[in-house]
């Protein structure tokens, strides 16, 4: 076999490309001839819908479809997630059944991790999975869900065995969501938004062939799933653009890239909107007040510096030096700066900032950044944990001492007692 | 724009550091800082030649190593590291900046290799009393007479003012106001007629003087009349050099106050390992890491003449004096009772970032500025 190079790479996908792309086929039509070629995710193993291409020559394929205009696989959305675990930890069963389905779009999937008791403590699930005749039943609740309103499929974390260790006694299952026993809600969060869904599972039932790895190795395998969402957390969230190209596939894209896209809308005003901070201020009236021009300033300061910071690690990334503390921050650099447009976008607004909706600066739009910014510091990790990792990982300062990593799971204090 | 050094500039980084620890070891700050001059003439002189430090970002033309503000800054940053008692910034940044920026070729053939050979130890004066950091607050008179000007007033806070051989001054022709009339002089440091005071600091690693001029004699530097726009050039390089150095000064107060935490135990544990400790640190390495990150751009903007470097380099100095003192609070916090005391070694630091906290105009101040520079 020739060697690859990014020339060989290139002419072959778009010779196939050039050979097989067509806008008239269906979207679930292309995504599987797509899937028969290995062109669709390229870095995936050969026997499993890929090519075994070295990560490094993706983007030339990525780069080669968007030249032609060429629609991709499914990628939006936990679906990604829930491959990547499938192709880590899966049988060959979970791989035949589900990751056909997933590059094609016809499966959305759903993460059912968090719990009213257990947010940032993910391990403390208490979700319980017992064996009974030759089933998993499922009783519990999870929140926090993004899509469950129409997933097919969800991933779960569960506790199988109480006596053990609060890690030890987790077990990672695929639950079909669309059974009686499971009962989406949505949850209405304080900005009047329903992005995330309550799942409650009321002898929900699980074949045993959904498990996935062992019983007891739920935890590793939901660590797999975090380190993906973390990586990918931008690709994940960031607003998937549709063409506006006609043809039937291009139709049907846009179709999914809507619904995949609904529960984020609001996600632009969660940052708190730093870019409208100028214009506001001139708009106002209050861009001569040197008491706002200094909070203004501060802003001003904290946002580039946040950004120099970012483009610092990526500097040092691209020169392949190892990451420095600086690439640790963003997450919470970024709900530092959101909090403090909210509040220099409270003193431009003045009485307005009482509005809502159309009432509301800009038709809502700055009601919305200031009931939105509390999920930053929240949200994919709160403040306080991130504090955590950065002490405990970049600056190796040591751990609290723990009292619920030693002892049977059923003894560690908790928030619902079952 | 670099946002990332160069693996010549890692090296030039890590030699300087290892340098400055042995020449500038806390002993030896304590022992300069006692003398009236805040530094020893022959060891920074030594020191100097070996390292060629003050002759880095001077053109090779006039006997310097024609570097950059991202080698100057690199320097800056490990003097405020090791807090190295020295006449580094009043010479290489204030006086050369100003005879760069403003002289004339003759001028900067004149003065420049002394100070990159380091045999001159050179200063700004601008400042009076009370204290303004614009050029336009100058009240000090220039007289010609002839070939020969005469300078009448007096200039405050000049860094290093008692012990410079050579002494850029900044003052106006009689009756002008503004950015009008200001012009450029250079005065020896023994000239006859000149007073020197060396002031009483609060930050005794960084000395100021007061200086009194009757009928002093001056020589002028660049264009009579014209100082107000190199002059100007000359505050947005020392706000970044600055910010640079305030970047040293907090990171070595971070991690000072982290090694203590690591090692002081209470209550049968580290104190490092309590939560409200840790969540401490976490936020000292934020605001430390975003305000190097701005000196850094800063620096990289004067070097690549980027056309917003005004604004970005009150953004600098803005950035640096806040986390620069916020990382002192938390450094003595940190230490407790011992970090209150003369003999712990966090005081010194501690003044430092409060002397560059006002130095050059504070947070305030800077802030301003970018938004006149940047949102006008």
């Known amino acids: 076999m020739s060697e690859l190079t990014e020339e060989s790479v290139r002419a072959e996908v778009r010779a196939w490309l050039e050979a097989n792309w067509n806008a008239e086929l269906g979207l679930v039509e292309w995504r599987n001839i797509l899937a028969d070629s290995g062109w669709g995710v390229p870095a995936w193993p050969k026997e499993w819908y890929g090519r075994n291409l070295p990560a490094g020559l993706v983007p030339v394929v990525e780069e080669e479809f968007q030249k032609i205009g060429a629609i991709g696989v499914a990628k939006a959305g936990i679906r990604t997630l829930a491959a990547a675990t499938i192709l880590e930890h899966g049988t060959d069963l979970h791989k035949e059944k589900f990751l056909r389905r997933i590059l094609t779009g016809e499966d959305t999937w759903c993460q059912l991790f968090s719990e009213p008791g257990s947010g940032s403590d993910v391990a403390g699930a208490v979700t319980r999975a017992e064996m009974q005749g030759n089933k998993w039943v499922v009783n519990g609740q999870k929140v926090w869900t993004t899509s469950a309103h129409h997933a097919h499929w969800g991933l779960l974390l569960a506790r199988t065995d109480w006596d053990k260790t609060k890690h030890k006694g987790l077990s990672y299952f695929i639950i079909d969501m669309h059974q009686p026993g499971v009962n989406v809600q949505p949850l209405k969060q304080m900005n009047g938004h329903a992005s995330f869904n309550q799942v409650f599972m009321t002898d929900a039932v699980v074949e045993p062939e959904f498990l996935v790895a062992n019983v007891g190795d739920g935890w590793a395998v939901t660590t797999t799933t975090l380190m993906h969402e973390r990586r990918g957390a931008d690709g994940l969230r960031s607003w998937a653009m549709g063409s506006d190209s006609k043809g039937r596939a291009y139709d049907e894209e846009r179709a999914e890239i809507a619904t995949t896209m609904e529960p984020y809308k609001w996600y632009p005003q969660r940052a708190g909107r730093v870019d409208l901070i100028l214009e506001r201020a001139k708009e106002t009236g209050h861009f001569e007040d040197p008491v706002v021009r200094q909070e203004i300033a501060r802003l001003l300061v904290m946002s580039k510096a946040a950004e120099w910071t970012a483009r610092r690690a990526r500097a040092a990334a691209q020169q392949g030096k190892p990451q420095g503390p600086e690439g640790s921050l963003g997450k919470l650099v970024s709900s530092h700066v959101a909090r403090a447009a909210a509040r220099v976008h409270t003193q431009l607004s003045g009485a307005d900032a009482l509005l809502s909706g159309s009432d509301s600066p800009m038709n809502g739009v700055i009601a919305e950044i200031l009931v939105s910014v509390p999920a930053t510091s929240i949200a994919g990790g709160t403040d306080e944990i991130q504090r955590n990792i950065i002490s405990e990982r970049v600056l190796k300062m040591p751990k609290e001492p723990s009292i619920d990593t030693t002892k049977p799971f059923r003894d560690v204090p908790r928030n619902t007692v079952r | ?376």
């Not at chain 2, 050979?117 to 010609?144: F, N, R």
Request: some cysteine; charged content about 25%.
């Open chain 2, 1 to 376: 724009m670099k946002f990332s050094f160069s693996s010549e500039q890692e090296e030039f980084r890590t030699n300087l550091r290892r340098f400055l620890a042995e020449r500038s070891p806390t002993k030896e700050v304590r022992r300069l800082m006692e003398t009236d001059a805040g530094f020893e003439p022959s060891a920074w002189r030594k020191l100097n030649v070996e390292l060629g430090l003050s002759a880095v970002r001077i053109p090779e033309a006039y006997g310097g190593q024609g570097f950059g503000f991202g080698e100057l800054g690199i320097v800056l940053e490990e003097m405020g590291r090791a807090l190295l008692c020295a006449p580094f910034f009043s010479t290489a940044v204030l006086a050369s900046g100003a005879i760069l920026n403003a002289g004339t070729e003759a001028e900067k053939q004149a003065l420049l290799p002394g100070i990159a050979s380091g045999d001159t130890i050179a200063t700004l004066a601008w400042v009076e009393d009370p204290a303004h950091w614009e050029a336009a607050a100058t009240k000090m008179t220039a007289t010609q007479s002839g070939n020969t000007w005469k300078l009448d007033g007096h200039k405050s806070y000049v860094l290093d003012g008692h012990t410079a051989d050579l002494i850029v001054v900044l003052a106006r022709a009689a009756g002008t106001s503004g950015d009008a009339g200001l012009s450029l002089f250079t005065v020896k440091g023994d000239a006859r007629g000149l007073e020197r005071r060396n002031l009483k600091v609060m930050d005794a690693t960084r000395k100021l003087a007061r200086l009194d001029f009757e009928g002093v004699e001056a020589t002028l530097l660049g264009e009579a009349g014209g100082a107000a726009a190199p002059f100007a050039r000359t505050m947005v390089e020392a706000s970044v050099c600055l910010a640079n150095e305030m970047a040293g000064v907090a990171e070595r107060l971070r991690e000072d106050a982290l090694a203590y935490a690591q090692m002081r135990m209470q209550f049968g544990r580290p104190i490092a390992s309590f939560q409200s400790m840790k969540h401490k640190h976490a936020d000292m390495l934020v605001d430390v890491e975003l305000a190097k990150s701005a000196a850094y751009y800063a620096a990289a903007a004067l070097d690549d003449g980027d056309e917003d470097v005004e604004a970005v380099a009150s953004l600098a100095k803005a950035a640096a004096s806040e986390a620069c003192v916020q990382t002192a609070v938390h450094a003595i916090q940190v230490h407790g009772g011992i970090g209150f005391t003369w003999d712990n070694d966090t005081h010194l630091w501690f003044k430092r970032a409060k002397s560059s906290e006002v130095l050059l105009g504070d947070a305030h101040h800077h802030r301003e500025l970018m938004m006149q520079r940047w949102a006008a």
